[in-house]
């Protein structure tokens, strides 16, 4: 069954299409990736995903809920964690989940639960009462997805989740994402330009570009669609090898909607 459903999914800035006409759907409990150079439109159909942004046309459903008619409902049904830091670095491990917890309206009894399970799953219960602003690089990464799942979403969304963290880091995150999708049956969305972790974790593939959806399989239908040996040089052969700017024009807006839907919650 689908969890997510994109159905002509269209975005326009003034005269600017960045997404342009795209269709593709997720099955619950699947490991998605959703890969594209910057600029190609990832970033704002992931905002309009996430009920950030408003789509020009097209439909959404999360979760069997349509994000224009349904968005509380929507939020509800997904973790997120943004590839830039979210957490408040003045506060504890527990105290950002807490804090978490009670935007989303868990009962006391059942958070304080929740928090215990993810902070020993994830390996930090012994730094759960020290500021965040002590903490590396990758434990920030993993309180952040432990938050994002204290609600028991259905999905979870993941933004370039490893930017930036060395390959042992990067491997221990991925070990516990899957253990978590395999225990939870959470269904995981994530972006990424490190193609051996696309290549590696996700089940399936989408490939957006200019706008549209270039290529869409299991890894090595990319690979055969291209004749290729390699995911990156899949995605090398669909995309150009053109280095690309970012979305520019829309990523201060972007970042000034996130902070709103962070506090509409």
């Known amino acids: 069954m689908s969890i ?29 990736a959703f890969l594209g150079p910057n600029g190609a439109g990832k970033s704002t159909t992931i905002k309009m995903l996430t009920t950030l942004l408003k789509q020009t046309q097209g439909n959404i459903e999360l979760n069997g809920f349509n994000t224009l008619k349904q968005s509380s409902e929507v939020r509800r049904s997904f973790g997120i964690v943004f590839q830039d ?20 309206g868990v009962p006391k009894k059942l958070r304080r639960r929740r928090i215990k399970e993810l902070l020993t799953f994830l390996e930090l219960a012994e730094r759960r009462d020290d500021l965040v602003k002590t903490f590396s690089g990758g434990m920030k990464r993993r309180l952040e997805i432990a938050r994002g799942l204290l609600h ?65 399989g299991t890894a090595a239908d990319l690979k055969a669609q291209t004749k290729t040996d390699s995911l990156e040089d899949a995605f090398l052969s669909l995309t150009g090898k053109t280095i ?9 807006q972007m970042r000034l909607r996130r902070r709103a839907w962070t506090g509409r919650r």
């Open 4 to 32: 997510i459903k994109v159905e002509s999914l269209v975005k326009k800035f003034k005269e600017f299409k960045a997404v342009d006409d795209i269709s593709f759907s997720v099955e619950a409990g699947e490991i998605f």
């Open 244 to 252: 690309r700017e970012e979305e520019s024009g829309h990523l201060d």
């Open 85 to 104: 830091p979210s957490l408040d670095d003045e506060l504890t491990a527990y105290e950002n989940m807490e804090f978490h917890g009670v935007l989303y």
């Open 152 to 216: 028991h979403p259905k999905i979870l969304f993941l933004d370039e989740p490893t930017l930036g963290l060395d390959p042992q880091t990067r491997n221990h995150m991925w070990s516990y994402l899957k253990d978590l999708n395999a225990k939870e049956g959470v269904t995981v969305f994530f972006t990424t330009h490190y193609m051996e972790e696309a290549d590696r974790i996700a089940g399936r593939i989408a490939v957006i570009d200019h706008g549209k959806i270039v290529a869409a």
